[in-house]
């Protein structure tokens, strides 16, 4: 993913590449926790509380930054279509996916979100396609066949 988005991380800080990680990690760990300690509950409660969570921990920024006067239409309607359908339905739709394939294989739609981003980059900002996204595409498409292939069983010979 990293040579879909670039590696010049020259103008980035500390601070920024350590919430990556932290957000990687939250990825990779998020659908074992919910496969494995979760999964009895209702998702929608597990998500009511993940979200509610998350608003919590977003109040003291959202403190600071409050605006002096009520947004335009525009930018309300944004951040409805945000919150119900990039979170609330997205947040559903990946709790039936780890119930349908699993925890490692529904990890693989977050392996393509990169690629979709640049697509669109391309596409809406006129950026520019070079190698090493093209590269990256690559990388993406063979991670995403290997994660999602079946496990080979041995062929044990008879007797």
Known sequence: MAAIVGLDVGNTSGIGLLEMAFVVVGYAVGPWILARYLSDLPSLGVIAASLGLSAAVYVPSAIVQFPRS??????????????????????????????????????????????????????????????????????????????????????????
């Open 70 to 159: 009520v947004p335009g239409s525009h930018v309300i309607l944004s951040i409805v279509g945000l919150a119900v359908i990039c979170t609330a339905l997205a947040f559903i739709l990946f709790f039936e996916l780890i119930a349908e394939v699993g925890p490692v294989r529904a990890t693989v739609i977050t392996y393509i979100n990169p690629a979709v981003a640049a697509v669109l980059g391309i596409a809406v900002l006129n950026e520019r396609f070079t190698v090493g996204m093209g590269f990256g595409f690559v990388l993406v498409l063979a991670g995403s066949i290997l994660a999602t292939a079946g496990v080979r069983q041995p062929i044990v010979a008879e007797p």
